[in-house]
């Protein structure tokens, strides 16, 4: 069975650090691969996907990811974070029934 | 833009009671899913449907049933509530086309079980 990997449960940044989450897949076929983000008391949302083309995946708010086939990653980056990056983050790949497999998911913490 | 509701954000129920969580999206998605969150866990898929009628079980289907009658709307129900199935559960909703659709989330309904 497919599964997803987050590294960090808890990374806490100040402000115009450069933030580099995690995530690896267990799937070694074509996958169609997801971030989310969840705000404090908002929807869960999408940053970005990917599902071919260009590895380098650029969402929205500044954020990117890059797909790596060969270490089964999809990393989130962005240069530099800021207060209201405060959230939790969930890596996810598609499953064979359309569903999404989660991630554990990651807090970020930004201290302005 | 896709909108996803949920008929509550906040439940209180007792040990034992029928517990009945509604999901409404309004852009004819095929595929619907619930899943629940708990912290440290992530989200886990409890059952999704791929069309009206049609239910499959996800990975943690015990103790809950659910219900799609309209395409629009999908509903879990807590047979007999317990207090481990306190959780945030979350809906969502997608097209039938491929794998790389993105899924629309509700915004949740946070459940305690007293």
């Known amino acids: 069975a497919q599964s997803v990997s987050q590294h960090n449960h808890h990374v806490i940044l100040s402000e115009a650090a450069s933030l580099e989450l995690g995530c690896n897949y267990s799937?070694?076929?074509?996958?169609?691969l997801f971030w989310y983000v969840q705000y404090p008391g908002q929807h869960l949302q999408l940053l970005l996907k990917y599902f071919s083309g260009d590895p380098l995946v650029k969402g929205i708010k500044g954020f990117e990811a890059e797909f790596i086939k060969s270490k089964f990653s999809f990393n989130l980056r962005k240069p530099s974070v800021q207060w209201s990056d405060t959230a939790e983050y969930f890596c996810a790949v598609s499953g064979s029934q359309g569903n999404l497999i989660f991630g554990k998911g990651t807090k970020l913490s930004v201290k302005p | 833009d896709v909108k996803v509701t949920q008929s509550s954000r906040y439940l209180v129920k007792r040990t034992g009671e029928k517990v009945f969580l509604e999901c409404v999206q309004d852009?004819?998605?095929?595929?619907m899913f619930w899943y629940r969150q708990d912290p440290g866990l992530g989200l886990r898929l409890i059952y999704f449907?791929?069309?009206?009628?049609?239910?499959e079980k996800g990975d943690i289907p015990e103790g809950y049933s659910v219900s799609r009658e309209k395409k629009e709307r999908f509903s879990l129900i807590l047979e007999s509530a317990s207090t481990n199935q306190t959780s945030m559960y979350l809906c969502?909703?997608?097209?039938?086309?491929?794998?790389?659709?993105?899924?629309?989330f509700g915004p949740g309904t946070r459940l305690l079980v007293l």
């Open positions: 969502a909703s997608r097209p039938l086309l491929g794998g790389g659709e993105t899924q629309y």
């Open positions: 449907s791929y069309d009206v009628k049609m239910k």
């Open positions: 852009m004819d998605h095929e595929n």
């Open positions: 799937y070694g076929g074509t996958v169609n």
